[in-house]
């Protein structure tokens, strides 16, 4: 995929504006709702039982993250996946700490097996917490190279049937015998809390634009390369990186593209 | 009313420093509450319903934003709004996403019938769910020009003797037989999660100084336009526009309210 | 302490990176966690009582923040606290708004009985309230300069063996028979919400690198005491200065400690 291919995608996205109905952590609800509305997505924070049918259905894409995850939380994020999968609504799951407790790595394996997710996206660390990896993770950041994730990435995306990216200073996407490796952003990025979930977000947007799961995957996190190396030429530490992130996401052009993100097939 | 009016308002406010008591969803708790410290008014969010009559009891105005809704959260909206009823301390209700489902479109009219808010402040999607239209809202965001919820408008006021913000490019601020519409704020505003939601605290920073439902609904949307004005005088996008706005509701001046609100009885 | 020590103590949590836990408020979760990594700390917000065992295991402190309480919230700070106690993990306990609501205070007492705090930050009124003094608070705002309240910060820090910092226009830290004094930082800061919670963060991160509460909370005081001088020189107000706020954590060198912030023993 070039650059032309993916800033179609980018206006698509602008274009079609999909709802994007996000089940996720507290601490990131509001950076993720304004990412989505800067790269002209329309999204949705709910969680009560009671509308998750109903919201799922208008739905172009659910997130499901498990950041600040607690039981009745679990319940939401299981529900509102089986009335996606129902619809054939596309999910993408944000692993946030698996391998930190059982309670996060086993979740996140509950809701691969009932859910079926279209996209997996997490740091090298949660990717081999969930395939059985021990003492790989530090809390939610990643203590691991995506290179040295690849291997547990292939084998969670031939066992749940998902498109899996593993992100980091190099992002890797892999799905149906494809591995794409993107390189750009900033190393800004993991010192500003959720940008990982903004990624998560970001490719549900093109999941839920492209109507396929690896290209969506693909193009969200080209974008989060784009506007985080963008970001990054103004910035003048993690404070204002996070202001010209969203700038950036909302003035993205063609050029940027060009000039921000590596693609390598 | 005009600009000298407001700038009194915007005065009293930052004299006041009215405590307003907000029960809003999480998404935008950390910007309501900034909006409201730079604005000069004291902000505080909480929720169990062990402390809300204590807590209501030294508040001046009580915030109800049913964004991120569920039940135990509904029980203490329902019992924070039954002391201030009692009390006298002015509520001003937020109907985040009503439409977008029942539980949404039901919590508020229960708070409206048991609540009695002096102000509704809505986008026009969400005011005409209130009032039984179907299919009028994409989520969280309007798919309606205030000029389309006019009549719903004056139905809801009517029924529930309420001041109704219709906010939308164009204000609109009824109620007791008056229909004022302001304009100013920026077309970034949309693309900022939360707008709204900031929209509705001013108000009720502005009703708890002024004492007054209308002149309090009529002042906060005032502010929200001229600090918008202001602050995409000197954005490049979402991420900046917003710490421009924070910035511009802390130094608001007199001349700022004539550049940037019209107002039309 | 001089600047040199504090600058010793800025580098070791850059390079310790320690964990903190956060258990604390909605409004400030995001913030606090960019406040964590732009001092080069690595934060995790979690409260599932399931997984407290499991994060406090490998944290290097703990912080229990009662801004938005409720009782799940309570039951897994009391656990999360005796998981602590246990393992000799040092707790920081953010008494937010205590003397607000009977339910604040009491819950900060139960805290203080069966967690015993290694440090108890909070502004004049926090700290008044939880020595029994009534009618010291507006809200989760001091009314009080944390002048009034050493006696009973002298008093709190010798019923539970904690320090005590008061923070306000100047910060007191005492506890051990000492008593250092700090001047610095902003008057923009009472304008963002927040800024006393991240204290209390950065406060852990400090104790976490130092292995001494003191030194721990003198160094996190100081730290926001610069950062806010810097932020304040760049900034136009409330929105501005978060933005430099969190860049000044992130850049902060020796010298920025010499003309930012004044220690007296």
């Not at 993250?65 to 994020?77: F, V, Y």
């Amino acid at each position: 995929m070039d650059a032309n291919n993916i800033w179609l995608n980018v206006v698509a996205v602008r274009q079609a504006s999909p709802l994007v109905h996000n089940i996720t952590n507290y601490v990131v609800m509001n950076t993720t709702a304004n990412a989505l509305l800067s790269a002209g997505a329309s999204p949705i924070m709910a969680h009560a039982p009671e509308e998750m049918e109903e919201l799922v259905a208008i739905s172009g894409a659910l997130v499901l993250n498990i950041g600040t995850l607690s039981r009745p939380w679990i319940e939401s994020m299981l529900l509102a996946g089986r009335c996606a999968a129902a619809r054939k609504v596309p999910v993408v799951l944000d692993p946030v700490g698996a391998g930190a407790s059982a309670l996060r790595t086993e979740t996140c394996l509950t809701l691969l097996r009932t859910v079926r997710p279209a996209v997996v996206r997490g740091n090298a660390s949660e990717i081999l917490a969930l395939c059985g990896a021990e003492g790989a993770t530090k809390g939610v950041d990643s203590i691991k190279a995506p290179s040295d994730a690849l291997e547990a990435a292939m084998q969670l995306s031939e066992s749940f049937g998902c498109v899996v990216v593993v992100s980091g200073e190099e992002d890797v996407v892999l799905g149906g015998g494809r591995t794409v490796r993107l390189r750009g952003g900033s190393a800004l990025m993991p010192r500003v809390t959720g940008m990982g979930c903004t990624a998560t977000a970001l490719v549900a947007a093109h999941v839920a634009a492209a109507g396929d799961a690896f290209t969506g995957a693909l193009c969200g996190m080209a974008v989060m390369a784009v506007a985080g190396g963008m970001a990054a030429e103004q910035a003048a530490g993690p404070g204002s990186f996070q202001v010209h992130f969203l700038d950036a996401l909302y003035a993205m052009q063609l050029q940027n593209i060009h000039d921000h993100v590596v693609v390598e097939a």
